[in-house]
C-alpha cells in the first residue's frame, strides 16, 4: 500500500482562453477552451497520507494557506469514500474522512507569474493524493477533482491538445503529442515576482463588473470551435488568429472590469509588437497571454529561432522558456509504509 506518492504535471497553456465561470457550481467554465500541454515546464508534487493532524500544503519552499485548498481536500475525501477501492486498499482506517495530506510541490518555472502554474499544481496535487492512498482512478475522475482546485487544471490532467467544453465537469483531449511534433511555445518571460491579482479575482472581478462580458462569452464558442478545425488541420496561422482574438478579448473585460485589471507592462507591450512584425515578414509567431505580464508566442520549430532573435533585440532583458507539446500526468516510484 503506498502512503506516498510523487506526480508530476505540466501547465496547460489555452490557445482559446477559458476565463469565466457559471455561477452554479465550482469552477464550472463559462467559456470553452483550446489548450496545449507545455512539455518541458513541470511541477512536480510529493503527497504523503497521515491519519489525523491538518493538511499541509508547501510550493517552492512556502506554506500556502489552508482556504485555498479546503474545497480540493474536501472534495478529495469524499472521491475517497465513494470509491471502492479506497475503501479495499485503506480497509483498516476507521474513518477515511480523517485522512490528511502533507504536500511538498515546486515548479521549474515560475509560480503565480502568469504561467499557468495553477493547471499543473493542482493537476499535480490530484495525481499525488489519488496515487498516494492507491486510488484506481480515470483520467476523467482526477480531471473532474483538479478542476475543483482550478478550472484548468482539468486540463493538465491530459497531454497533447486539450478541450474543455463550457459546462463541462472534466476536461478531454484532442490530440496526442504526436498530432502536431513542429509546434512550439516560446514564453517570453519580462517579470518574475507574483501577479498584483490572481487569476480567480481577476475572473470574478471581470464576470460581475466588465459590461463587455456577456459579449466575450457569446463570441467565445465561436473561437474555439475555429481553433479546433485550425488544430485539426495543423495550420499555425489559423490557429494563432483564433489564439489572437482570444487573448485579447479576454483582456477586453480585464481592462473594462471596475476597477480595471492590468496585467500588461511596457515590456509585454514590445514583445506583441515584435510578433506583429514577424508575422509581417512571413514568419509564425502569433502571441497570446494570460492573467500575467508573460507573453506566448505561438509558432513552428523552423521558426523558433528567428522569434527569439527578434524578441531579444526588442526586450534584451526578457528570459525565454520553450515548450513542446507535453504529456499528461506522469508518477515516479516512491512509497513508504
Same mark, same amino acid.
Given at each position: ?101 502533507? /504536500?511538498?510541490? !515546486? ?8 504561467? *499557468?502554474?495553477?493547471? $499543473? @499544481?493542482? #493537476? +499535480? ?7 498516494? /492512498?492507491?486510488? !484506481? ?8 477533482? *483538479?478542476?475543483?482546485? $482550478? @478550472?484548468? #487544471? +482539468? ?183
Amino acid at each position: 500500500m503506498n502512503r506516498r506518492a510523487i506526480c508530476i504535471a505540466s501547465p496547460s497553456l489555452a490557445l482559446v482562453k477559458y476565463w469565466g465561470k457559471q455561477p452554479d457550481g465550482v469552477n464550472i467554465p463559462a467559456t470553452s477552451s483550446l489548450a496545449v500541454s507545455l512539455g518541458g515546464l513541470d511541477t512536480m508534487t510529493m503527497c504523503e497520507v497521515n491519519e489525523g493532524g491538518r493538511d499541509r500544503v508547501e510550493i517552492d519552499g512556502e506554506v500556502q494557506p489552508e482556504s485555498r485548498f479546503a474545497l480540493f481536500f474536501e472534495n478529495l475525501r469524499s472521491f475517497m469514500c465513494r470509491t471502492l477501492e479506497f475503501s479495499e486498499t485503506l480497509s483498516h482506517t476507521k474513518d477515511p474522512a480523517a485522512l490528511r495530506f502533507e /504536500v511538498t510541490s !515546486s515548479n521549474n518555472f515560475p509560480t503565480a507569474a502568469g504561467i *499557468a502554474s495553477s493547471s $499543473s @499544481g493542482f #493537476a +499535480a496535487l490530484a495525481g499525488a493524493c489519488a496515487a498516494a /492512498v492507491g486510488l !484506481s482512478s480515470t483520467e476523467d475522475e482526477l480531471s473532474a477533482l *483538479a478542476r475543483v482546485g $482550478s @478550472g484548468s #487544471a +482539468a486540463r493538465s490532467v491530459f497531454g497533447g491538445f486539450v478541450g474543455l467544453s463550457a459546462g463541462a465537469m472534466h476536461a478531454r483531449q484532442l490530440y496526442p503529442p504526436q498530432h502536431w511534433p513542429q509546434l512550439r511555445v516560446l514564453i517570453v518571460v519580462v517579470r518574475r515576482e507574483q501577479k498584483p491579482w490572481t487569476s480567480r479575482d481577476a475572473m470574478e472581478s471581470s464576470r460581475n463588473s466588465s459590461p463587455f462580458y456577456p459579449a466575450w462569452v457569446d463570441s467565445s464558442e465561436r473561437e474555439y470551435e475555429q481553433g479546433v478545425a485550425a488544430l485539426e488541420r495543423r495550420d499555425i496561422n489559423a490557429l494563432g488568429e483564433a489564439a489572437r482574438r482570444s487573448y485579447l478579448r479576454m483582456f477586453g473585460t480585464m481592462l473594462s472590469a471596475d476597477p480595471p485589471i492590468l496585467y500588461w507592462t511596457p515590456q509585454s507591450v514590445e514583445v506583441i509588437r515584435a510578433a506583429a512584425e514577424l508575422r509581417s515578414h512571413g514568419i509564425a509567431a502569433w502571441e497570446t497571454m494570460d492573467a500575467g505580464p508573460q507573453v506566448k508566442i505561438i509558432t513552428l520549430s523552423s521558426d523558433l529561432e528567428a522569434v527569439r532573435k527578434l524578441v531579444a533585440q526588442a526586450v534584451p532583458a526578457a528570459e525565454f522558456l520553450v515548450a513542446v507539446p507535453g504529456s499528461g500526468l506522469r508518477y515516479e516510484p516512491e512509497t513508504a509504509s
